[in-house]
């Protein structure tokens, strides 16, 4: 099965796991829709899943004030959500080896999960790239 970001990206997986990742992305989209209003849960999913689902007048003004590459998923969200998840999890304490098995796999998860966009596949590899060096 493929999970589809955008038209220039695209991730095979195996069906199962193609599955589970969906239902992921799924459940993690619906918690945030019921625990946060409207507005707030559109600028969430957008970031975090690269969901669109802001009303007309929300993404025309995100448009007017020139915000869109703020609610677009990207390359800094990548980022900022791996530096939260190795902060709040200690796992910046695993031993150098393990840590990289860590960060590669939430690397993945994090592009996957956001549908396999061109940019997060972009900041993956860099992301990715940049840990195997952290080994050698």
């Given at each position: 099965?493929?999970?589809?970001?955008?038209?220039t990206?695209?991730?095979?997986l195996?069906?199962?796991?193609?599955?589970?990742?969906?239902?992921?992305?799924?459940?993690?989209?619906?918690r945030?829709?019921?625990?946060?209003?409207?507005?707030?849960?559109?600028?969430?999913?957008?970031?975090?899943?690269?969901?669109?689902?802001?009303?007309?007048?929300?993404?025309?003004?995100i448009?007017?004030?020139?915000?869109?590459?703020?609610?677009a998923v990207?390359?800094?969200?990548?980022?900022?959500?791996l530096?939260?998840?190795?902060?709040?999890?200690?796992?910046?304490?695993l031993?150098?080896?393990?840590?990289?098995?860590?960060?590669?796999?939430?690397?993945?998860l994090?592009?996957?999960?956001?549908?396999?966009?061109?940019?997060?596949v972009?900041?993956?590899?860099?992301?990715?790239?940049?840990?195997?060096?952290?080994?050698?």
């Amino acid at each position: 099965a493929w999970i589809v970001g955008d038209d220039t990206a695209r991730v095979f997986l195996e069906a199962e796991e193609s599955a589970t990742v969906l239902r992921w992305r799924a459940w993690g989209v619906e918690r945030l829709k019921q625990s946060l209003p409207t507005r707030e849960a559109s600028l969430a999913t957008a970031l975090l899943y690269g969901e669109n689902t802001f009303s007309s007048k929300d993404k025309r003004l995100i448009r007017d004030i020139g915000l869109s590459h703020i609610a677009a998923v990207s390359g800094s969200n990548l980022s900022f959500l791996l530096l939260f998840l190795f902060t709040v999890s200690g796992w910046k304490k695993l031993p150098l080896r393990w840590g990289v098995w860590v960060r590669q796999g939430l690397i993945l998860l994090c592009v996957v999960g956001t549908g396999a966009a061109s940019s997060m596949v972009r900041a993956g590899v860099m992301a990715s790239r940049s840990e195997e060096r952290r080994v050698g």
